[in-house]
């Protein structure tokens, strides 16, 4: 039968606007979120990472929160900019377990208008 | 500092074919990670090299394999090629040591895109 491609969640903000991307996780023992920022034709790009040990951390221009209690992840860029507009992916890990394999969520694009 | 090489960019095959991707991980790191990047399942863990080990795994069948060279260096093999693994496979690289934790943060190549006719 034909493949369904994953259905990405979209987000247009208007240029100089705040713009927040949501996350939910599955597993419980992650302790290692990350966010990334994918281009058209390039990898990603890492952006901010935050521990199970915090519930916010700032980067220049993006905030991280964490909700451990909702398992959910969450990215605020401040002014947003048409360099912003990607596809930007939440990824969580168990670092504790010595893994250092990332589970990827679907990602979400992000339009910037001008 | 160079980031993650991979090669070939693009490179095209047909069924039953097999395929070679290299990776050229970041100066120092010694684990590489190689993930697979489609529309219809996204960005998927296919495994990870220390030190010329897998270290862990992902839920591929046999004909994914790769290995790591002395020098850090990857490679990652298809064998048999079916249409559906088409897809871009990334290589990623972190400076992950050899106990406790993991180091989290990866640091991603450009990707080879492989199309399968």
């Known amino acids: 039968g034909e493949s369904v491609g994953l259905h990405l969640p979209t987000l247009s903000v208007q240029e100089g606007d705040n713009s927040i991307i949501n996350c939910a996780y599955s597993?419980?023992?992650?302790?290692?979120f990350i966010w990334y920022k994918q281009e058209s034709g390039k990898g990603p790009q890492f952006i901010i990472d935050?521990?199970?040990?915090?519930d916010k951390r700032q980067g220049q221009r993006v905030t991280v929160l964490l909700n451990k209690t909702v398992k959910h992840l969450s990215l605020q860029i401040a002014a947003t900019q048409p360099g912003d507009s990607a596809v930007y992916f939440c990824a969580e890990g168990a670092l504790q377990t010595g893994a250092n394999n990332l589970f990827f969520g679907t990602g979400t694009r992000l339009t910037v208008i001008p | 500092k160079a980031g993650v090489t991979q090669t070939p960019r693009y490179l095209i095959k047909t069924r039953g074919q097999q395929v070679t991707l290299s990776c050229s991980p970041i100066s120092g790191h010694r684990s590489v990670s190689w993930y697979q990047q489609t529309p219809g399942q996204g960005l998927q863990f296919l495994f990870e090299y220390f030190s010329e080990t897998q270290r862990n795994k992902g839920n591929f069948p046999g004909r994914f394999s790769g290995r790591q060279f002395s020098n850090s260096r990857s490679e990652m093999n298809v064998s048999t090629l079916e249409l559906g693994d088409s897809a871009l496979y990334l290589c990623?690289?972190?400076?992950?040591?050899?106990?406790?934790?993991?180091?989290?943060?990866?640091?991603f190549g450009e990707g080879s895109r492989l199309t399968v006719l």
């Open positions: 935050i521990r199970s040990n915090m």
């Open positions: 990623a690289s972190s400076s992950s040591g050899t106990s406790g934790a993991g180091s989290g943060e990866l640091f």
């Open positions: 597993n419980s023992a992650s302790d290692y």
